[in-house]
């Protein structure tokens, strides 16, 4: 039996202190096998997006602990966190987050830069992989602001994926397209988990792709309230 690529186990999240405190996640222990493809939904305000950040490193939990791989995330330096996360976990936002002045090769390449021992060559190659992947080849010279939302959610995703790391998580990927454009952005995560056998942990407040994911977990105030 495979062991867990994601445990959260006792998570807290609070923001700010005293009256003011918002308790964001309350309690959350969730196993996540190799391979899953989990989607999260909830209302708005309910700490699906705070739970996505605690998963992947880029916010740490008042309380409790994350483990990516086996590896404690709470626990690495914030001089190693990066590039742990480099190795690990590739993120979608929902503001596709692209750099203006970089071409769609550029905002994915540059994912490579800090890579030292990773040749030009080799470079060029898995950019253009993976850009064939999301069907964005043709548009490769393109600025940001010369492409459609669906273009640039398709950029995002070929930045996040170019590393080929194991866990992708997105949090509403499709939350600013229109709900054609949406549905080809899901089949195409849908594919990577399924060929690829990548991890995938989606935030959508749209019901019907969760008929994507193999397993659902809906929260409420901050907890989890059903996982099936
Ligand atoms: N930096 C912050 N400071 C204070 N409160 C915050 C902060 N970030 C989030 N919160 C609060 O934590 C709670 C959970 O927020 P979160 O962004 O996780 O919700 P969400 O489920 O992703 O909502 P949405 O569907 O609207 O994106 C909310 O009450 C929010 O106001
Ligand atoms: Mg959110």
Sequence with gaps: MANPI??????????????KTVHALKN?????????????????????????????GLEQPTD????LDGVDVTLISERDLP???????????????????LTAY??????????KDLSKAK????????????????RRDHFPRQMSGGEQQRVA???ALVNNPPILFCDEPTGNLDSKTGESILKIISRLNKEKGMTVVLVTHNEELTKYAKRVLRMKDGAIISDR
């Design 83 to 101: 590039k742990v996360r480099a190795q690990k976990i590739g993120f979608v936002f929902q503001a596709f987050l692209l750099i203006e002045d």
């Design 123 to 138: 470079q060029e190659d898995m950019t253009l992989d993976v850009l064939r992947e999301v069907d964005m080849l043709e």
């Design 64 to 67: 409790g602990r994350v483990l």
């Design 28 to 56: 959350i222990n969730i196993e996540i096998m190799p391979g899953e493809f989990v989607a999260v939904v909830g209302p708005s305000g309910c700490g699906k997006s705070t739970l996505l950040h605690v998963m992947a």
């Design 157 to 159: 995703i070929a930045r």
């Design 106 to 115: 550029e905002n994915v390449e540059a994912v490579l830069w800090p890579i």
């Design 6 to 19: 994601i445990q959260v186990q006792g998570v807290h999240k609070e923001y700010g202190r005293g009256k």
